[in-house]
Structures are given as C-alpha cells and as structure tokens.
C-alpha cells in the first residue's frame, strides 16, 4: 500500500452514462447498478485519462491510501473482458518512473536496432480525407457501404505493410484512446453502423494497454446501435511485428 493518486467517483453526480468507460484504457471503470465504480484499485495507473470525458464533472482525482498499480493484473483483467492481449513484457521490460507503481507502458523509451530502408517506392492506398477520427463525418460518402479501418495513430508508423496489408481497399479513422478527447466517438462509429451500413470494421492497435480503448469503442458503438458488423481486431508490437490478428471477420 502507498499514498498515490487515483480516481475517485461521485456517486451523487454519476448518471451512469458510461462515457468514461471507454475512456479508460485499462478497463479499472465499469458501469454496476447504474453508476460507475471503480472495480479495483490496482487496475487505476493514476493518470486521469477519464477525468475529460465525465459529462458531470463526477471523477477527480484523489491523493489516498492504496495498491500499486499492478500492469499485470491489468491484462489479466482486459483478457477477462475479452480483450486478449498478447504483449512483449518479457523481452522488452519497461522501467517504471519514479513515484508511479508501473509507469504508463506506452510512455517507455525504447531503441530498436537499426533497419535497412525500403528499396522501392510504394504508392499510398489512402482514399479519403480527413482522417482523424474528430474530423470525419460519419455520413461521408466514402464510408457509404464500406469495409472501414479504425487505426492507432501509432500504426501506420510501426507497421512497414500498413497500407498493403490493412489500410487497402478500407476507408480509414485513425485515433488515440490515450491522448484524444473521445467524446463523441462512440456515437460516430455507431452512425457509421446504422446509416453509413459499412460492411465491416477492422480494430488495428499496438499492444500497450491504452490502445485497447479502440476496441472498446467499437464494442460499445455496436452495442449503441443495436446491431453488430463483422468485427476483426488486430495487434501490433512496437516494433512492428504481428502479435494477434482474429483472421477472417466475425460478427458476435
């Protein structure tokens, strides 16, 4: 145990609304009996990602007695939630800043190795701006009956086939759980369901915890409007190699 920061719920002001949900990328939020608890402390890094999106102002936080922040138990609990996450710890151990139990895993610095530059020119499969998940309008016509790419900002740049592989034939919202103010996204994604009719959604994120925020927007999206699309999530490692992709595209 230890004085650390943490979140702190007010059960008075919560409407049970459910923004913050998402907003948490270490799922330490849940929505129980209609109002948002905090389920354990342990899964709280302290970093006050969620503190924006409560549109009644009902999480601060706090200085207080409690757990460390416990990055394995956190995975343990996004697998639980159905979140597999298959992640590089062993190889690439990250060291935990001073006065926080854990650090944010993304925030870690790490050099890679340097590798050979790409020797031929490939074209850009983008077919569409903007791209910014803020920025584009659920209604564009380009989403119209399309098979649409939610992407990490971080994906492109850490996936060398980005384009070939996943950005092809898609049209394409990128985003950050961690750092966008995500309000508002849920609703677009479910606009793009139930009026744009896309044909299915494929999740890219990096494999830090923070990404799984993109996966739990398109789950909660789906769930706002009542109907699900062939769903594929796919995971990449920060150094760009292939850590989980579900394959073909499945509606749950």
């Known amino acids: ?57 009902a999480i601060t936080l706090v200085e207080r007695e409690a757990p460390e922040f416990d990055m394995e138990a956190v995975e343990a609990h996004l697998k639980r939630l159905g ?8 190889r690439h151990p990250a060291p935990a800043p001073s006065g926080h139990g854990g650090g944010c895993p993304g925030a870690a610095a790490r050099q890679f190795a340097a590798r050979p530059a790409p ?16 920025l584009v309008s659920p209604l564009a016509p380009y989403f119209r009956n399309a098979d649409v790419l939610l992407a990490a900002d971080c994906a492109a740049f850490a996936r060398g086939d ?4 996943y950005l092809a034939g898609h049209a394409l919202a ?45 789950e909660a999206a ?7 699309v062939p769903l594929r999530r796919v995971v990449i490692g920060i150094e760009g190699d292939l850590l989980y992709d579900d394959g073909a595209l499945t509606a749950a």
């Open 119 to 134: 020797t031929a020119e490939s074209p850009s499969a983008l077919q569409q701006w903007p791209i910014q998940l803020h």
């Open 162 to 165: 980005f384009h070939a592989r």
């Open 222 to 228: 789906m769930e706002l409007a009542g109907q699900r």
């Open 1 to 57: 145990m230890a004085v650390r920061q943490i979140v702190q719920i007010d059960e008075e002001r919560c409407d049970g609304c459910g923004v913050c949900v998402p907003a948490c990328a270490e799922g330490a939020i849940q929505v129980i009996d209609g109002k948002a608890r905090l389920v354990k402390d342990q899964y709280c890094d302290g970093l006050g990602a969620c503190l924006g999106d409560c549109p009644q102002g």
């Open 83 to 90: 979140q597999s996450m298959e992640a590089h710890r062993a």
């Open 174 to 218: 990128i985003a950050c759980p961690k750092l966008d103010d995500p309000s508002g996204y849920v609703e677009k994604l479910a606009t793009l369901i139930t009026e744009a009719s896309i044909r299915s959604l494929t999740v890219v994120m990096m494999e830090v915890p923070c990404c799984r925020g993109l996966e739990r927007l398109a």
